[in-house]
C-alpha cells in the first residue's frame, strides 16, 4: 500500500494530553478507535471534518496536527 | 478486532457454510426438472443465513455493546462502499454469464441456480473484502 502524503502529531498530541487513549480521542472526535489508529499509523487520511475536529480537540490549528509531506520536503 | 469486522466475519462464514450445502445438493445439469424439494431447501438454508446472522450478531453485540451502539464512520462507510462496488462487477459478469448458458441449452432453474451463485459470490467477494480493508487500515 502506497504511503499517504500526509504525517500527523496524533500520537505525540495525545501523550502530552494526559496520555490521552485512541478510544478516549475516538469518542471525543465521533469515530472508531480503529479509524484513530488508522489515522496514526498513516493507513488512513481522514476527512476535513475529521481531521478538525482531531485539531479542536487539542486545541491546535489544523497544520500543527497534520502535514503534507510537500511542507516536509522544504524544511 | 471491530465490531464491524466481526460483523465482517459473520456474514462470510455463514454465507459461506449455508451456500456450499445448498449448492452441493443442486443438480448441476442444463436442464434439471423441477423440483420442489430444491426450492424447498433454498427457503430453509436463507432461514438458517438469518437465524445464523442473528444470533452470530447478537452474541458479538453482548460482547461489545458499546462498540455495537456506535454509528459507522466514515472509514467504515467508505470500506463498505469499495467493497461493494467490487461485488458489483462480480455479481454482473456472473449474471451475464449464467444468462450465457442459454445458449447451451440450459433451463430457467438452472439459470436461476447460477444466477443466485453469483450473487452468492459476490457476497462473499464482498464481506471478504470488507475483513481486507478492515485488516489493513483502510
Keep these: ?75 | 478486532m471491530s465490531f464491524r469486522e466481526k460483523s465482517a466475519w459473520i456474514f462470510l462464514i455463514s454465507i459461506s457454510l449455508v451456500s456450499v450445502f445448498f449448492f452441493l445438493h443442486v443438480p448441476w445439469t442444463l436442464t434439471p426438472p423441477p423440483n420442489m424439494r430444491l426450492a424447498e431447501g433454498l427457503f430453509y438454508c436463507i432461514l438458517a443465513l438469518v437465524v445464523i446472522e442473528v444470533v452470530g450478531h447478537i452474541v458479538i453485540a453482548i460482547a461489545s455493546p458499546e462498540d455495537a451502539r456506535t454509528p459507522k464512520d466514515e472509514r467504515e462507510k467508505l470500506i463498505d462502499l469499495k467493497a461493494t462496488r467490487a461485488a458489483y462487477y462480480v455479481y454482473v459478469v456472473g449474471s451475464l454469464l449464467a444468462i450465457s448458458t442459454i445458449h447451451r441449452g440450459a433451463n430457467i432453474i438452472f439459470m436461476s441456480c447460477a444466477v443466485l451463485l453469483a450473487f452468492v459470490i459476490g457476497e462473499v467477494v464482498k464481506h471478504a473484502l470488507r475483513i481486507y480493508y478492515f485488516r489493513r487500515g483502510f
Design chain 1, 1 to 75: 500500500m502506497a504511503k499517504l502524503p500526509i504525517s500527523n502529531q496524533i500520537r505525540r498530541l495525545r501523550f502530552e494530553a494526559d496520555e490521552m487513549t485512541q478510544q478516549q480521542l475516538a469518542k471525543l472526535v465521533g469515530v472508531t478507535r480503529q479509524t484513530v489508529n488508522a489515522i496514526e499509523l498513516g493507513k488512513y487520511s481522514p476527512s476535513l471534518e475529521v481531521a478538525f475536529r482531531i485539531a479542536h480537540v487539542f486545541g491546535m490549528p489544523l497544520e500543527e496536527v497534520f502535514r503534507y509531506q510537500a511542507d516536509l520536503k522544504k524544511e
